[in-house]
């Protein structure tokens, strides 16, 4: 029998690093606990010194205290994580990242629990590492995993090759900013509307990392010599991308800014004319859709998440697409947001619109309706109330 303080709804992950899931499971949480449904956020280890502390104040529990060091931890782990199904016995594991995804399945079955599991995907198949990936083609096809969900088309897709057990199962369920994150994007477009590009300034947002493709960017900015780039982010890249800058003579139009509290960041993107992201994948950015919801003209690479990233719900381009490789066709796409006021106004428009469109409330509609597919149903509202005490203690 379930402790007098379980949850009914869990959201895991593998460990809670701040970004951009860890808010949205805070956040789909939130939106589920105030429809009357008991919520829990879970994490298997906190990754870093001081992460467990910082992690707690936002609600989230751990089962572990470290990360894996060994295959006799991850065995630990295993059992922990059976004896906590045990324990608390929640309706719904809704988990993210590879590890989580595989290890809950596994433990649900062992423990003889009822508990469904639902597992989502943020990033397509081939960025997981080898191992895990095999391991959840077996987990994911077990019978306690009730839904598999993946952030767009895309990253769904890329499960194409796997088992049909598995592949009967997928939706697809776009990612949202976090509701706290929308009023404070919208707070800081709430400016008066720009009618052109007034100062010839491009921004980019993201890890500075082989995935974002900075360098082609940097190299479309040595074709338009009266334009300006800020790239917000730190990464591993860093070295490499100054000596790019360094070398293409760049130093005095192209700034690295490196990492920037949210609020801050978000500031600055606001000033510039164009948001430009032409990353070699991702899931569903959500950097793209601050951008879009700042209203900056976007241009993302020709990549399908990308492209799906950038097509509103009626079917309409909201953002420019360049192919990933050709610094000439970016510049040239990038230049007609700078040079020409009435397509940017067009393009600025469109994106603002697609912003819109990817609210916190049509995420959490979602999450109630798959979970009432699988009869699972509000407690009553003193019940959710009475576990959000229990979380804050």
């Given amino acids: 029998m379930a402790d007098n303080n379980s949850p009914q709804v869990v959201f895991a992950i593998t460990h809670t690093t701040p970004g951009g899931l860890r808010e949205i499971w805070q956040d789909v949480a939130h939106g589920l606990s105030e429809r009357g449904f008991a919520t829990g956020l879970l994490g298997l280890y906190p990754q870093a010194a001081g992460e467990a502390a910082e ?55 062992l423990a003889g629990v009822r508990t469904k599991v ?8 081939f960025t997981y590492q080898g191992a895990l990936n095999q391991i959840d083609r077996w987990t994911g096809c077990l019978p306690c995993v009730a839904a598999i969900v993946s952030v767009s088309d895309a990253v769904g897709a890329s499960f194409e090759s796997w088992p049909k057990a598995y592949r009967t199962k997928q939706r697809t369920i776009h990612n949202a900013l976090p509701e706290g994150v929308e009023r404070m994007v919208d ?26 493709n900075h360098p ?33 003579k760049l130093a005095d139009r192209v700034s690295l800014l490196g990492q920037m509290p949210r609020e801050a960041a978000l500031r600055r993107a606001a000033r510039a004319d164009v948001f430009a992201q032409v990353s070699l994948f991702e ?19 020709q990549v399908p998440v990308q492209i ?11 953002g420019l697409t360049v192919p990933l490789d050709d610094p000439q066709a970016l510049a040239d796409a990038l230049g007609s947001l700078l040079g020409d006021p009435a397509t940017h106004r ?48």
């Fill in 55 to 109: 992690a707690q104040r936002d609600g989230w529990r751990f089962i572990a205290t470290s990360p894996l060091r060994n295959a006799a931890a991850g065995l630990t782990l295993l059992a922990a994580t059976i004896g906590w199904l045990r324990r608390h016995r929640p309706q719904v594991v809704i988990t993210a990242m590879p590890l989580a995804n595989v290890l809950f399945p596994l433990a649900a079955t």
């Fill in 118 to 125: 639902v597992l989502s995907h943020h990033t397509p198949s």
């Fill in 187 to 212: 707070a800081i477009a709430a400016g008066p509307a720009r009618n052109s590009a007034t100062q010839g300034l491009i921004v980019a947002v993201g890890r500075l990392s082989r995935q974002k």
């Fill in 216 to 248: 082609q960017l940097i190299r479309a900015m040595a074709l338009l010599p009266k334009a300006r780039l800020e790239i917000i982010g730190a990464g591993e890249d860093e070295a490499e991308l100054r000596a790019l800058i360094g070398e293409l």
């Fill in 283 to 301: 899931g569903h950015s959500l950097a793209l859709i601050e951008a879009a919801r700042l209203g900056l003209p976007l241009v993302v690479s």
């Fill in 308 to 318: 799906e990233g950038v097509t509103g719900e009626d079917g309409q381009l909201c």
């Fill in 346 to 393: 067009l393009w600025a428009g469109r994106s603002a619109r697609l912003g819109m469109m990817r609210g916190s409330k049509a995420l959490i509609d979602r999450y109630v309706t798959l979970l009432g597919e699988h009869a699972i149903t509000p407690h009553e509202a003193s019940t959710a109330q009475a576990f959000r005490e229990v979380a804050k203690a």
